[in-house]
DNA sequence: CTTGAAGTAGAACGATTGGTCTACTTCGAC
DNA sequence: GTCGAAGTAGACCAATCGTTCTACTTCAAG
């Protein structure tokens, strides 16, 4: 193995297909994926069996990340109010970023009308992750319904995202952190 | 021309193309859309110039139809609070329909990675219309902030039909007439 | 009856798609 | 030193994409 240059094809394009798939969407071809990695035509279906297979790894791959970013986003204040709120304010930085393009997810859904794709199955995960998330937060805050709390504020998350990605300039984070504010109570 | 049969190869490629956008995406290919229209090839670029052409007369068409359904919506109640809640029952409807797949022109935005593609244009223009209708709304009932007030609702309207297409089991829309409710005052 | 615009039907185009295959290189394990 | 797994480079394939084009039909206007 490679122990020391340490990222092998599979991760590169692992890396290359994220980033890619984020800013153009999943029908980016082929070739674009293996020259922005750098990569072979034949690593690829070595490691990921086709597109849909690295479609599908990058997803799970992603769907970590994500989670762990809300984990942290939650970890950066101490009231258990206060840490449910703060979400939407890294929602508001995330949400300015020239680079943010919308929900990873939901376009990932769109893609693929197909809906026995494996891609379904992942975005359907990373939600429930999401949403357990959530659902945790509320119940460690003894709130009086964290099942229907959870599923407000993760209709404000998803409306953030969308807002954000087609008006970015009006920080619509702040105007859901409103709104949530209400919902925790 | 024919005043009797009444709807032409230009009518019968919009409906179908509006029907097959939404429910398979823009990337359906155009032997479908002809197919599904039963029109000939040369029709479609005679009457749309192409492709492109057709996906942005079909925006401009279903923009006005959406915006319609909208006024219809908030017309089925006479207190101004009502109309705009009112509008949450309506999308309670619309999501809970097994043809729901999430809003047109957000998908539309996603399908299309160049910026400067002009379907890009009419989207932007429906979300106008949209929150100019919200402004409308709420400056008649004498809103204190009816902007900000018309970017919360554009928020969880938007988060509703995400919401709808990714788990329309739940009643997002319920959810999101408990928070339009806090938003109105 | 004729003419011409508008429609249909479908072959054909170049480009691009995802996927397969061959030939060559690299490099650690034995 | 040799061997084999893993990677690179790139030709190649069938299918599909949006588009152009020709040939035939339809039908109301003059």
New interface residues.
Partial sequence: MHPRSSIGPRERLLDAAQRLFY???A?VGVDALLKEANVARRSLYEHFGGKDGLVEAVLRRAAEQDLAWYEAALAAEAEPRDRLLGVFDCLDELVADAEFR??RY??T???F?DPDHPAHAQ??AF?RGLRALLVRELEAMDHADPE?AA??L???????L??G???GK?H?AR??R??AA??IG
Avoid: Y
């Fill in positions: 800013s153009q969407g029908s919308g929900c939901f376009a859904d769109l893609a009308a975005t359907a939600r229907a599923e407000q993760h209709l404000l998350i998803e409306g953030t969308v807002a990605a087609t008006q009006e619509p105007a859901a409103d709104l209400v919902v």
